[in-house]
Structure formats: C-alpha cells, structure tokens
C-alpha cells in the first residue's frame, strides 16, 4: 500500500493546520495509523495515533492542541493541528500498520507502511 500525505505548508506560530493521510490500494480502516514528524538533525518523533476503533493516543508534546482523526467518507486520516509553535516544524509522516495486536504506537518500528511526508514550517 502507499500512503499519501498532503496538507503541509507554511503558518505561523499560532495558527492551525490539517494534514490527511490517504491510502492508495486498501481502505485506511484496514489500518491502525500514525503520525510521525522529524526536524533537521533530530531523529523521527512520534506524534499522534488512532486505532481501528477509532482510540487515540498523542504524544505529551501536543497534547491539548492536535486531533488525529478518520473521515470514513474519504477514506483518510486527518491531523488536525493548533496553536501552532516554531518547534513544531518538521516533515510530517503519516505511517499505517496492519497486523492486529498489541504494540507501542509511538514507535516507528511498529508500522509496516509510510508515507513520503509533508514538510510544516511555523514561522514565529
């Protein structure tokens, strides 16, 4: 399957943006997904994730002002970020696994799939 994300650009510190993630291939229900950011120079940080029923789970450092969603009608996976900060800025990857099961969401090495990401840059 390849994932498709989109919705990045360029806001500025306070403001918001949606990512989506589409799947190309297979509905993204069949998935558990996540999001995944990484700054210049720092190593991929988890950000948020949402289970096939619909459960989700964020990262400490967004907290209170990101929503990961599904919209069954068009068959994607939404970020929904506010409160935008400088630090903030990262290529966004979106990344799906498909095998049932328990696991750690916030690890990368727990997807089977990932996205080419989509580059936010929060200007302050």
């Known amino acids: 399957v390849q994932l498709q994300a989109s919705g990045g650009g360029l806001v500025q510190a306070g403001g918001s943006l949606r990512l989506s993630c589409a799947a190309e291939?297979?509905?993204?229900?069949?998935?558990?997904m996540g999001w995944f950011r990484q700054a210049p120079g720092k190593e991929r940080e988890y950000v948020a994730a949402?289970?096939?029923?619909?459960?989700?789970y964020y990262a400490d450092s967004v907290k209170g002002r990101t929503t990961i969603s599904r919209d069954n009608a068009k068959d994607t996976v939404n970020l929904q970020m506010h409160s935008l900060k400088p630090e903030d800025t990262a290529v966004y990857y979106c990344?799906?696994?498909?095998?049932?099961?328990?696991?750690?969401?916030?690890?990368?090495?727990?997807?089977?799939?990932w996205g080419q990401g989509t580059q936010v840059t929060v200007s302050s």
């Open positions: 990344a799906a696994r498909f095998s049932r099961g328990q696991f750690d969401p916030s690890t990368p090495e727990g997807y089977d799939y």
């Open positions: 291939g297979r509905t993204v229900s069949s998935y558990f």
């Open positions: 949402v289970s096939w029923t619909g459960g989700t």
